[in-house]
């Protein structure tokens, strides 16, 4: 499902950050960082499906501890997107390989 996701929204990021004058990676970094923030479900990930499997869980017991990190894991990227990733690199401008001109 991560691969799937994130070849459906990052073509549509790219797009739109171009169309709004954003550096594209400001947009396609948490994106592709939170698709791997499946935690909540048995069909998830594997390891999900492994651990639901012994029948010591119910879908109800993983979706209350999947809430809280996933949670954790929307602010923990917010934090390292607007303070490392934004120095590291340079989101604060519009890339010129990311300035696409189109012909008549």
């Known amino acids: 499902t991560l691969f799937r996701s994130t070849t ?3 073509p549509i990021l790219a797009s739109m950050a171009q ?3 954003i550096h594209p990676l400001y947009i396609m970094l948490p994106c ?8 909540m479900l048995p069909v998830a990930t594997p390891p999900n499906a492994i651990v639901f499997g012994y029948g010591q869980l119910k879908v109800v017991d993983m979706a209350k501890a999947g809430f809280l990190l ?5 602010l923990t990227i917010t934090l390292a997107i607007n303070t490392c990733a934004y120095a590291m690199f340079n989101l604060g401008t519009f890339p010129t390989w990311a300035n696409v001109t189109r012909g008549p």
């Open 70 to 74: 996933n949670i954790l894991g929307v």
């Open 8 to 10: 459906l929204f990052l």
């Open 19 to 21: 169309a709004i004058g």
């Open 32 to 39: 592709t960082l939170s698709a791997s923030l499946a935690f």
